[in-house]
C-alpha cells in the first residue's frame, strides 16, 4: 500500500462570522451603555463573555479542522490536527472503538500512551435539505483498512457501539 492523506470536508465559516459579527455588537453595546449610563448590566457582560468564548470555539474549531490530515500507509497511520500528533504504527493500536453520533460515526484509535479521534462522514440536514458534511469523506473506508491492518477482532457490540480489540 502506498501512503494515503486524508483531510476532512471543511465547513462553511459563515457561522464563525456571525458569531464574532454578534460578539462585537455586543459589545459596542456594553462600551456605549457605560458611556451613557455609567454601567452595564450583568447579564450584557454575561451574554458579551458568552458570545466571545462562542465565537473563539468555533474559530478554533474551524482552524483545527483546516489543519487535520490523516495518512496510512504500510507502517501505520498518522493523525495532525494543530493542537495533536499522533503517530501509531499498526502493531501500536490497540483498540478501535466506533460509536455512532449525530452525523456519521466517531472512531477512536487508542495505542498504549497516544490516541486520537476521526469522524466518517455525516451529512447534516434540515428540513430535507442537505446544508453540510462533516468528518472525512473517506472516514468508512480508513476504518476498514485500520481493522485490516491492526487484525482486530470485535470485542464488543453494544447498542451500535463496536469495540474492537487485539485477542
Known amino acids: 500500500m502506498s501512503a494515503k492523506e486524508f483531510r476532512p470536508e471543511l465547513s462553511s465559516r459563515r457561522s464563525e462570522t456571525t458569531s464574532w459579527v454578534l460578539a462585537l455588537v455586543v459589545a459596542f453595546a456594553i462600551a456605549l451603555m457605560k458611556w451613557k449610563i455609567g454601567e452595564a448590566p450583568t447579564?450584557?457582560?454575561v451574554f458579551g463573555a458568552f458570545l466571545i468564548f462562542a465565537a473563539f470555539s468555533i474559530s478554533l474549531g474551524n482552524?483545527?479542522?483546516?489543519?487535520?490530515?490523516?495518512?496510512?500507509?504500510?507502517?501505520?497511520?498518522?493523525?495532525?490536527?494543530?493542537?495533536?500528533?499522533?503517530?501509531?504504527?499498526?502493531?501500536?493500536?490497540?483498540k478501535v472503538n466506533v460509536i455512532p453520533v449525530r452525523w456519521g460515526k466517531s472512531v477512536q484509535v487508542i495505542g498504549d500512551e497516544s490516541h486520537f479521534e476521526f469522524r466518517t462522514l455525516g451529512q447534516v440536514q434540515y428540513q430535507g435539505e442537505m446544508q453540510g458534511k462533516l468528518g472525512f469523506a473517506e472516514g468508512e473506508t480508513v476504518l476498514k483498512e485500520i481493522l485490516k491492518k491492526t487484525n482486530l477482532g470485535?470485542?464488543?457490540e453494544e447498542k451500535g457501539r463496536y469495540y474492537y480489540a487485539r485477542a
Open 43 to 45: 447579564i450584557a457582560w
Open 154 to 156: 470485535l470485542e464488543k
Open 63 to 94: 482552524w483545527m479542522d483546516r489543519g487535520t490530515v490523516m495518512g496510512l500507509d504500510e507502517s501505520g497511520i498518522a493523525f495532525e490536527n494543530g493542537l495533536r500528533q499522533v503517530a501509531l504504527s499498526w502493531p501500536d493500536v490497540k
